[in-house]
């Protein structure tokens, strides 16, 4: 391996355009390769990254040799399915959340990593920015005592468009998959995976779920109340609640900049940590971290975490009687 990361990215629509956007700013990375399904999409994209190998399909970019990593950032859909063709030619990934469209895949694809001792890891970006290192520390050392309650929610108002991505179940679309995973991700970052679920959907036209509740209970007792949905415009803020203060992570908490600690006895504390680039560079980073140590995993964003969100959505949407037509 180089000393450098060298990355190829699979797909050219927008959370791609993102991801290459955040490698100019993650150190260490150098994104040599991209993977479209026509060679004048890949082409354009090229041109606009200034990268030097365009691919006109993904089996293609699995297969060249410059590449050592791959970012995934196709539908939810084809999660497994490129992950799988990047395993099996030998290149880490990192896959866009939510890491698959259920556990079963999740499963799969883990299980083919580990089978070839390749490196995966979810690209949950959230985790690795600083803010939210931050609030992992202050979480680490008690500062607001035992976590009780967590609060975060995550929706945004679309408009409805059958085709689109967003609102048709054959590319795993709804809230849940899309956006709710954020929530649903912090709360396990905190309290690990739950063990009773009690949620409610608003199942709309084109039938995936627009909007949701869900609120996880975990064995001490301590509550997740999340929310989620692409019909709804929600405030997009996080509440951790202690048993001796409380952190509010501001809007957008999934890109966190600012936090505000509130400790009982004590003045409330404004947080501000501004991040470079776009936030998508961090992940790179600890993608380029983790293969240079020679691990097939990352701490923060564990394989088997991963399989337990997953899990966590499957029961959730089994409450609501959605099934994918892949399912």
Known sequence: MSENTRWGIISTGSIANKFAQG???????????????????????GDKYNIPHRHASYEALAADADVDAVYIGTPHNLHKENTLLCIEAGKAVLCEKPFAINAAEATEMVQAARDKGIFLMEAMWTRYIPAMVKVRELLAEGVIGDVRMIMADFGFRAGINEEGRLFNPKFGGGGLLDVGVYPISLSSMILGRPERIVSMAEIGSTGVDEQAAMVLGHPGGELAVLATGIRTNTPQGAHILGTDGRIFIHSSWWKPETITLSVSGKDDETIDMPF????????????????????????????????EIMATMDQIRAQWNLKYPME
């Open 23 to 45: 490698l100019e700013s993650a150190p260490d990375a150098e994104l040599v390769a991209v993977g479209s399904r026509s060679q004048e999409s890949a082409d354009a994209f």
């Open 276 to 307: 470079d680039g776009n936030g998508y560079n961090y992940e790179a980073v600890e993608v380029g971290k983790c293969l240079h140590e020679g691990k097939l995993e990352s701490d923060t964003m564990p394989l088997k975490e991963s399989l």
